[in-house]
Nanobody, 126 residues
Framework: QVQPVESGGGSVQAGGSLRLSCAAS????????MAWFRQAPGKEREGVAA???????TYAASVKGRFTVSKDNTENTLYLQMNDLKAEDTGTYYC????????????????????WGQGTQVTVSA
């Protein structure tokens, strides 16, 4: 099982940066698609970015050009570099994993992910 554990959240002013980390309990490699989701107060959880098993990435339109998803060389840790943060980026950020066999399902489909972290809070003040 891949058990994600997020870290790196915090409070920052608009225009600032944060880097979130997601440590997996086992080697991610090319076996899993990893994604970041977030949930703002009073809103549904939404997909932010994904890193597919072939190494390609995709982003929600609202964060494209500002956020970058990557993983380290050991392929046990996923990152989300967040630059030029805005107040609307505030929320709880979750790391999720699903097997690559589910690649035919849209990456932002929450129910396609088997493993979820506990979340890390990001607060951006205007």
């Amino acid at each position: 099982q891949v058990q994600p554990v997020e870290s790196g959240g915090g409070s920052v002013q608009a225009g600032g940066s944060l880097r979130l980390s997601c440590a997996a309990s086992e080697y991610i490699g090319r076996e899993y698609c990893m994604a970041w989701f977030r949930q703002a107060p009073g809103k549904e959880r939404e997909g932010v970015a994904a890193l597919f098993s072939d190494g390609s990435t995709t982003y929600a339109a609202s964060v494209k050009g500002r956020f970058t998803v990557s993983k380290d060389n050991t392929e046990n840790t996923l990152y989300l570099q967040m630059n030029d943060l805005k107040a609307e980026d505030t929320g709880t950020y979750y790391c999720a994993a699903r097997p690559r066999s589910r690649a035919y399902v849209s990456w932002y489909q929450e129910t396609s992910y088997d493993y979820w972290g506990q979340g890390t809070q990001v607060t951006v003040s205007a």
